[in-house]
């Protein structure tokens, strides 16, 4: 068998595997945490059960660095294929749902951030006249923090991810959490920026009036294809306008230390798929040739 088409199995299979154990796994409590260092623990939460996966697809390819191609060893094609099926099919059915939100038409929000590279803030005529200057202005000022963190493309990888936890329905709950703590995180900053929390409040009620009169489901601006929308169901524009009418929360400090631990994190993650990928390369074959040698028994 050809050595890519080998890796992409063995990937598939024992990635797949990896990747089980760690759904289960349930959320740490992010209740007492302040929301800008909340939305970065639930943006973790949502990719630790994938972390697995990354570092076998690491070591995998460092075993392929040193695999001759085609692959010699003797095994049994049949069985490696059907094993790594049911996560061939998950991972097709991810990547085919990634891809639609990709080509598709953006949803018709009243105000929403659209464009995963190149962010832009799109806002209905209809909602802009139906709004006083303060509350257009709070409700773009909430929609460029939108742009500055780039959510249109971290809520399709947040999607993308989720899907490729599907059916376990905790992973969704996960993505819902997170969700609705960036729409907080993005109402602290704009109000950080001197936005006053009730003309942002009442921006957010005239979108939920607007696209209630326009007929476009509220759930579905929770759920884009890379829109970031102002909008959410009632138990959540419910608790975010108490929010916006409360006084804004003091977490400044806690910014710089979240984004130094986010930072932290990511360079962990990077050295830890470096030694994943060495580690691959120096011992993948006293590892896999004993695995082939036993499926080829079997």
Do not use: K
């Not at 623990?41 to 070591?59: D, E, N, S, T």
């Not at 909430?142 to 376990?168: F, G, K, N, S």
């Amino acid at each position: 068998m050809g050595r890519e088409i080998l890796l992409t199995l063995l990937v598939l299979l024992f990635g797949g595997l990896a990747m089980q154990p760690f759904m289960l796994l349930p959320g740490r409590d992010i209740a007492d945490l302040t929301t800008r260092t909340a939305e970065h623990r639930a943006w973790l939460q949502l990719w630790v059960p994938v972390l697995p996966m990354l570092f076998v697809c690491a070591g995998l390819c460092g075993w392929a660095l040193r695999e001759p191609d085609p692959v010699r060893a003797r095994f049994d094609h049949g069985m490696l294929i059907g094993a790594s099926l049911p996560f061939a099919l998950l991972a097709l059915r991810a990547a085919l749902r990634a891809g639609w939100a990709l080509v598709r038409e953006p949803l018709e929000c009243p105000v929403c951030t659209v464009g995963m590279l190149r962010p832009r803030i799109v806002v209905d005529p209809y909602l802009a006249r139906a709004l006083d200057e303060a509350q257009l202005r709070a409700a773009i000022e909430h929609e460029r923090a939108h742009a500055r963190h780039r959510d249109p493309l971290r809520i399709w990888l947040a999607q993308l991810v989720t899907d490729l936890q599907w059916p376990w329905p905790w992973a969704h709950r996960r993505f819902e959490v997170w969700l609705e703590l960036v729409e907080h995180a993005r109402d602290d900053e704009a109000r950080g920026r001197g936005v006053p929390g009730t003309d942002l409040a009442e921006a957010v009620l005239a979108t939920a009036r607007r696209a209630r009169l326009a007929r476009h489901p509220m759930r579905a601006a929770w759920r884009p294809g890379g829109e970031a929308a102002l909008l959410g169901d009632a138990r959540s524009l419910e608790l975010r306008v108490r929010r916006l009418l409360a006084p804004v929360p003091a977490d400044h400090a806690a910014r710089a230390d979240s984004s130094r631990s986010a930072q932290a994190a990511l360079a962990l993650v990077a050295v830890s798929l470096g030694l994943a990928l060495v580690l691959g390369a120096l011992f993948g074959n006293d590892l896999l040739h004993p695995f082939f040698h036993w499926t080829w028994s079997v």
